[in-house]
Every structure is written in structure tokens, then in C-alpha cells.
């Protein structure tokens, strides 16, 4: 079964800092990665899809990498804003299913 | 973009009663549906994998007869929980694919917040 893991559990940064979440998962047979946002008792907003084919996804301050052979994605966010504050949620596609992993939690300081 | 509406956002039971959960694609047809749990401060944990006209596949560790799927239409998918207990309340979500197979992303509801009393 698939395994998700995102490191760190808990970030706090101040405001305008560059920063990188990490996701590793233990089966590279992907269809997909997709990286979530929630907010505190929330649904989830998707933010990247990257298919197992492509290597990164960018939207605006976001960028996500995908390196399939080790089973590592980062999800970077350049100049942090307080509105950033959230749950990151990384989440494994396989053929019938979606993993998730625990989540970072972050929390940008004005 | 595609759209999938969940119905309620809240619910509060009292024990031993049972709750449907209503999962709606809007503007596509989904074959797959997926039920996820999150208890507070975790992750969502897949429950079952709901296909249209045949019986839900259900995760190690779910009860199938607590937690009834059924995904009568292409476009509607139910989770009943029957004879709730307070430890099932927890935030219950759905998400459906717009098309078939593994590269279609996956379109999430809004969620459910069950209390059991």
C-alpha cells in the first residue's frame, strides 16, 4: 500500500521568507501528485497537479517538483504572506485510489 | 472547472441514529468516487472507493455494514452511517474523477462535519 509522508509536520516562518515543504512517498508507480491547501475546518483547495510524466508545476508563487524514481515532491513558495497560513496536503494518485499524507502545518508570522 | 457538491456541510446526530451524506458531481460524470475521513489534526484516510453500479470497495479496518456507499448514478454517490457513535463524528469528504483512470485529478467536495451526541 502506498505510503505518504510530508516533512515537516509543523512550520512557522516570518513573513516574506522563501520556503520548501517535502512529501516522499514509497511507491513510484504514480499516475499523479497533487498538492492541497486546507484551512482550519475546511474542505480542501487543490493547488498543483503534476502527472506523473512531468517533472514541475508553477502557479504564481507556487512551484512543485515531481522526481518519480525517488519518490520525492517539494512544493516551494516564494515571499510567504500570513494568508499562506494553512495545512499542506500531499496527496498520491494511483490508478483507483488517492493517499494522502499527514500534512505541514504553516504558520507565516506578520 | 468541474464541480462536486456535498450535502450537508453539518450535521448533529444523536447516537444510534443514522446520517446520509449526499456526494454530487455537477457538471460531469463520474464511474469513480472516493470517501475519505479526518479526524482532527490528521489526514484524510480513504474509506472506500465507490464505483457506479457495483458494490463500494472498502479500505482494511472499515466497516461496510456502518458505512453504506452506494453510487446508484453516474453522478451521485451516498455514505450512510448507521447507528452513529460519538466516535464517529469526524469530517467526511468526497471527490470524484472526471474521467476514468488514474491521470484524471481528482475533484474534492467541501465536507461534512458530523457531531454525534
Known amino acids: 500500500k502506498q505510503e505518504v509522508t510530508q516533512i515537516p509536520a509543523a512550520l512557522s516562518v516570518p513573513e516574506g521568507e522563501n520556503l520548501v515543504l517535502n512529501c516522499s512517498f514509497t511507491?513510484?508507480?504514480?499516475?499523479?501528485l497533487q498538492w492541497f491547501r486546507q484551512d482550519p475546518g475546511k474542505g480542501l483547495t487543490s493547488l498543483l497537479l503534476i502527472q506523473s510524466s512531468q517533472r514541475e508545476q508553477t502557479s504564481g508563487r507556487l512551484n512543485a517538483s515531481l522526481d518519480k524514481s525517488s519518490g520525492r515532491s517539494t512544493l516551494y513558495i516564494a515571499a510567504s504572506q500570513p494568508g499562506d497560513s494553512a495545512t499542506y496536503l500531499c496527496?498520491?494518485?494511483?490508478?483507483?485510489?488517492?493517499?494522502f499524507g499527514a500534512g505541514t502545518r504553516l504558520t507565516v508570522k506578520p | 472547472g468541474a464541480v462536486v457538491s456535498q450535502h450537508p456541510s453539518r450535521v448533529i446526530c444523536k447516537s444510534g441514529t443514522s446520517v446520509k451524506i449526499e456526494c454530487r458531481s455537477l457538471?460531469?460524470?463520474?464511474?469513480?468516487m472516493f470517501w475519505y475521513r479526518q479526524f482532527p489534526k490528521q489526514s484524510l484516510m480513504l474509506m472506500a472507493t465507490s464505483n457506479e453500479g457495483s458494490k463500494a470497495t472498502y479500505e482494511q479496518g472499515v466497516e461496510k455494514d456502518k458505512f453504506l456507499i452506494n453510487h446508484a448514478s453516474l453522478t451521485l454517490s451516498t455514505l450512510t452511517v448507521t447507528s452513529a457513535h460519538p466516535e464517529d463524528s469526524s469530517f467526511y469528504i468526497c471527490?470524484?474523477?472526471?474521467?476514468?483512470?488514474?491521470?484524471?485529478?481528482?475533484?474534492f467536495g467541501n465536507g461534512t462535519r458530523l457531531t454525534v451526541t
Open positions: 457538471d460531469f460524470q463520474a464511474t469513480t
Open positions: 496527496a498520491v494518485g494511483g490508478n483507483n485510489d488517492m493517499r
Open positions: 471527490s470524484a474523477r472526471e474521467a476514468p483512470g488514474g491521470y484524471s485529478p481528482l475533484h
Open positions: 511507491d513510484s508507480a504514480i499516475y499523479n
